[in-house]
């Protein structure tokens, strides 16, 4: 069955980044993107980007230009989403999830807490 | 970007009532929309992929529908366990965008 197992919690100071994991199975990991969510606590979803497994290619929203990365590791079957010059407001919950062009999203990780705190 | 307009935010309808969400973009989108259901403390669920079509193990009672601006979720039976904050999400142009949610309760 597809699976996307995500990173522990993370605490972090202000100024610092984080790289949160998302490891995949029971599918081809290059045949579907991965794309990355957030939510901070008690609000909505934020699209943050998406990468291409097969090609690398990444799209992300403009809010996080110039402070994401997402980069995959194929050897692993594992995603990562490297987020920089955390202040506050970057305290949330991510995700990872699976994306195809034609169905969109459908698997989701479990989430990865990440807490910004001085 | 593509906004997308959920209503209502809220609703409280009865165990069996039929109930109905509304999304809407501020562009057209085709039928490139997912609805997604999310409960407390849990990641969100897909329900619902390219408008209309149900994704494997969603129960019947849950349907879609809508082309080009205007989409609907609607629960033809609602049941206790769909007390859930509700999502919609764009997905035909980057960057992907998602509904402002929608909570059912159950009264």
């Known amino acids: 069955q597809v699976q996307l197992v995500q990173s522990g919690a993370e605490v972090k100071k202000p100024g610092a980044s984080v790289k949160v994991s998302c490891k995949a199975s029971g599918y081809k990991f290059t045949n579907y993107g991965i794309t990355w969510v957030r939510q901070a606590p008690g609000q909505g979803l934020e699209w943050m980007g998406w990468i291409s497994p097969y090609t690398d290619n990444t799209n992300f929203a403009q809010k996080f230009q110039g402070r994401v990365t997402m980069t995959t590791d194929t050897s692993t079957n594992t995603a990562y989403m490297e987020l920089r010059s955390l202040t506050s407001d970057d305290t949330a919950m991510y995700y990872c999830a699976r994306e195809m062009a034609v169905t969109g999203t459908d698997y989701w990780g479990q989430g990865t807490l990440v807490t910004v705190s001085s | ?107």
């Open chain 2, 1 to 107: 970007d593509i906004q997308m307009t959920q209503s209502p935010s809220s609703l409280s309808a009865s165990v069996g009532d039929r109930v109905t969400i509304t999304c809407r973009a501020s562009l057209y989108i085709s039928n490139y929309l997912t609805w997604f259901q999310q409960k407390p403390g849990k990641a969100p669920k897909s329900l619902i992929y390219a408008a209309s079509s149900l994704q494997s193990g969603v129960p019947s009672r849950f349907s879609g529908s809508g082309s080009g601006t205007d989409f609907t979720l609607t629960i033809s039976s609602l049941q206790p366990e769909d007390s859930a904050t509700y999502y919609c999400q764009q997905y035909n142009s980057y960057p992907l965008t998602f509904g402002g949610g929608t909570k059912v309760e159950i009264k």
